[in-house]
């Protein structure tokens, strides 16, 4: 079974507007990480974001902000006044307390409109 | 956070034959991991480096077709041995720090 999805394989959103992208997970761990990474077409991996199973609180990121339900095991990411540059891959990705190793989703494909 | 540098950034080579990727950080780390990522897949991971031990592989992924060194805390390499055009992809290394993890540039691979 998939340990993470993401079902939006592209997405497109006009420029100054939001745009969530979605992530779910799978684990029996009680201690995990989630990660949301942009992969621009140079192929780096930029990091994002973090949330860990036990904050409290929703991470953020100056326009990014993670909607983290624990319950219904999603961990969207949410970008604000999207911007041309924001135009990439972006994976999510988790990490089990048992291992390090990151897992990653397919990815979706955002293109900001100007 | 950690800097690392990664190279070759980008090669082509001949089938059969092997490359060499490095990876050096700047701070000195427990674990490095190293991905592949197929054209237009996600990232799968290859196998964890652990300074003065064997790499852990995971499956799919066999010591002889990626051997890894990893001398010290800093450094590791990973080795595409008898290259074919299916290992044409992007090798990334990554090492952890408490709630981030960072990657390399990448080596985006291209064997003709």
């Known amino acids: 079974a998939q340990k993470i999805t993401q079902t939006q394989p592209g997405m497109f959103v006009q420029e100054k507007e939001a745009v969530t992208l979605d992530c779910t997970y799978d684990t029996s761990d009680p201690s995990y990480g989630l990660f949301w990474y942009k992969q621009p077409s140079s192929g780096e991996m930029i990091f994002l974001i973090y949330?860990?199973?036990?904050?409290?609180q929703n991470a953020t990121e100056g326009r990014y902000s993670l909607n983290f339900q624990k319950a219904r095991k999603s961990a969207n990411l949410v970008i604000s006044a999207s911007q041309l540059g924001d135009s990439a891959m972006y994976f999510c990705a988790m990490r089990e307390s048992s291992n390090y190793k990151l897992t990653f989703g397919k990815g979706t494909l955002l293109t900001v409109n100007p | 956070s950690a800097v690392i540098s990664q190279k070759p950034s980008r090669d082509i080579c001949q089938r059969g034959t092997s490359l060499t990727i490095q990876c050096q950080v700047d701070s000195q780390v427990t674990m490095m991991f190293w991905y592949r990522q197929q054209p237009g897949q996600s990232l799968t991971l290859i196998a964890t480096a652990n300074q003065g031990s064997e790499a852990t592989y995971e499956s799919g992924f066999v010591i002889d077709k990626f051997p890894i060194s990893r001398p010290n805390l800093t450094f590791s390499t990973l080795t595409v041995s008898n290259m074919s055009p299916e290992d044409s992809s992007i090798y990334l290394c990554s090492v952890q720090e408490n709630t981030e993890a960072f990657f390399g540039q990448g080596t985006r691979l291209t064997v003709v």
């Open positions: 949330q860990g199973s036990y904050d409290q």
